[in-house]
């Protein structure tokens, strides 16, 4: 399934790059009539509407979303060195196809010249099976720029538990691990870069925890049954889909943990702040943004796609771009 290319459509353009032909196959795959049905006049409206790649005219037209660059930068006593580190964080892209939207944020990240790129999960969207397709096309392009550490979000997680499912992961897994993909399932992997050593950490919660309503308040001592007690002697980067139990992954000590899976909360309430969680909790915490506690930082990306709920208020998609480097303050 994964060898094959995105399957062609005999009537429409596949040129890369045009808007009234990508971003109505985007709208077609996720059944959204009524919204084809406006571009198609728009598209009739302004029939001269530049269509070169990353023009912010066009980008915004087959969209209909602002885009942003997050960067951040960290310092820590553990690293050597003034010269940073370089990560992009991406989380909750939601492919529904390998279109225009793909390509404009991969080039966006080649501009960043990365080190290396931190995955939060959910780049498929779980109910379209075939969106793992566009996902692991994403990911093997993304590996060609710097070495991708990829943790699962709830969408993946899902076809990957369940039986009429889980063949399907596995093949999507297979691909991405013999493009060199690092997939991490309550392990960690090590990456170096300088003579500094950081430890990448991939946490998968059970469901329950992403329950609608009511999933529980903390994870108690489960991040220790499922990772282990949080070394000390490097830095300690954690992958945490789910931002809910952010004050758990601050007190279990890495030193940065990243996060996405709330898409921002929808509509954003100030810098950290958000209206809803894709649980249905009003106003939830940890909703978008940095947080620091004790020296240790949670970074929330606002995520890069949607998939049922795509209403953005005040609310950008997001490449997260981090700066990581040693202490100038250090003896």
């Known amino acids: 399934m994964f060898s094959n290319d995105l399957e062609t459509r005999p009537?429409?353009?596949k040129k890369r790059g045009s808007a009234d032909c990508e971003w109505l196959e985007?709208?077609?795959?996720?059944?959204?009539?009524?919204?084809?049905?406006?571009?198609?006049k728009w598209c009739a409206f302004r029939p001269n509407m530049s269509k070169k790649r990353g023009s912010a005219d066009c980008e915004w037209f087959y969209h209909m979303k602002n885009f942003r660059i997050s960067n951040y930068q960290i310092r820590s006593p553990k690293l050597r060195g003034l010269a940073p580190a370089v990560f992009l964080h991406i989380s909750d892209v939601h492919l529904h196809s390998f279109d225009a939207r793909a390509h404009f944020y991969l080039s966006c990240m080649r501009k960043e010249n990365p080190d290396a790129i931190l995955v939060t999960g959910d780049m498929n969207i779980g109910r379209e099976h075939r969106t793992l397709l566009s996902s692991a096309r994403f990911l093997i392009e993304a590996q060609k720029i710097a070495p991708v550490y990829y943790e699962l979000g709830n969408h993946e997680y899902k076809l990957r538990i369940r039986r009429e499912t889980s063949p399907l992961y596995e093949r999507y897994e297979d691909k991405l691990r013999r493009n060199g993909i690092t997939v991490l399932h309550n392990e960690s992997a090590v990456f170096e870069k300088a003579g500094n050593t950081f430890r990448i950490h991939g946490l998968e919660l059970p469901m329950v925890y992403y329950r609608k309503g009511l999933p529980p308040r903390h994870t108690g001592?489960?991040?220790?049954?499922?990772?282990?007690?949080?070394?000390?002697?490097?830095?300690?980067i954690l992958l945490a889909h789910n931002p809910r139990y952010g004050q758990d992954y601050l007190a279990w000590g890495a030193d940065l943990t990243l996060a996405g899976h709330y898409h921002g909360g929808v509509m954003h309430l100030g810098e950290n702040r958000g209206l809803i969680s894709p649980q249905f909790i009003p106003f939830p915490g940890f909703a978008c943004g940095m947080f620091e506690q004790d020296?240790?930082?949670?970074?929330?990306?606002?995520?890069?796609?949607?998939?049922?709920?795509t209403v953005r208020i005040n609310n950008p998609r997001e490449l997260v771009v981090i700066r990581i480097s040693g202490d100038p303050d250090k003896d």
């Open 11 to 13: 009537n429409m353009s």
């Open 26 to 40: 985007d709208c077609e795959s996720a059944k959204h009539g009524a919204i084809r049905g406006i571009v198609r």
């Open 221 to 236: 001592n489960l991040l220790n049954r499922l990772l282990g007690r949080c070394p000390q002697e490097e830095f300690q």
């Open 295 to 309: 020296g240790r930082h949670m970074i929330v990306s606002s995520g890069m796609g949607e998939h049922t709920v």
